[in-house]
């Protein structure tokens, strides 16, 4: 299966989720102040490109397919701050943040929405499964947030499945992104809940394939620098996957990113070459 995807048509979109606070940082609710649902994204610019909705207490955007690194930054960019801009027509002292998972006080959980956790199912490469979802017992007053990467790519051969090379993206996936985060991303509440490793959609539009890596926590798309890294290491993935006469044995990469195993997640990165940036670490951006 070796160079079946077609490197000069790829895409990267995503979905960023993000926590609200108030003006003392308390988390809030966003629901009544976020328009918007699942089945019906409220738009935030006349073509529709950028588009918001309410999840559970928090906010999820939308971006358009970006074709370069600076596309998808400056979009990342753009859709926080016209989110951000329509919260704050009706709250003007609340902000956004770009974290991995918030516990909230009870009372900004007592509406119908923030005890609503269904979604459509995801799948898990590693177990060839349903991913797993955590009970409402098992969240709390926990909500997390991720960063869901949509990788679009056609096939240089048609009569490739397209399936079968989805799910070898999404394991690069794990290496290129799913392991740095570990390292980068010490929020181990949500990692307990949601973002295991391998966990992807899949969907086709006509003659383009769009599969979801959906590991990564929100606490991943908190500035430019980590979403350009983010880009780099989702081309890099894809490049690795095609490369791929079959895909390699990663049960430790699961492990490591399941059990948010940074020792072995250092192990790994080491061993496929990985370089952490140099200001992720020094500054701990993701620690909140």
Partial sequence: MTNAIDLNNITIGSDPEYAVVNQDGTPVSAVGFIPGTKHAPSPLD????????????????????????EEFVNSMAVIKELTERKLQESQPEWSLKSRSSQRYNADELNSETAQTFGCDPSWCIHTQNV?????????????????????????????VPAIDVATRIIGAMDIMCGLPSIVMDTDGDRRAIYGNAG????????????????????????NDELTGFIYDQTIKAVELANSWSEQPDLHQVANAIDNGDVKLAKELLNFYNIQIPAYAVRESIVTV
């Fill in 46 to 69: 006349e073509k529709g490109e950028f588009s918001i909705q309410i999840d559970n207490v928090g906010v999820e955007g939308c971006i358009p397919p970006a074709h370069t690194k």
């Fill in 131 to 159: 991913s797993p979802r955590p009970s409402p017992e098992q969240v709390g007053n926990l909500r997390s947030f991720g960063f869901h990467i949509h990788i679009g790519f056609k096939l240089a051969n048609p009569d």
């Fill in 199 to 222: 966990d992807f959609r899949f969907r086709q539009i006509e003659d383009v394939n769009i599969v979801e890596y959906r590991t990564l926590g929100g606490a991943m798309h908190d």
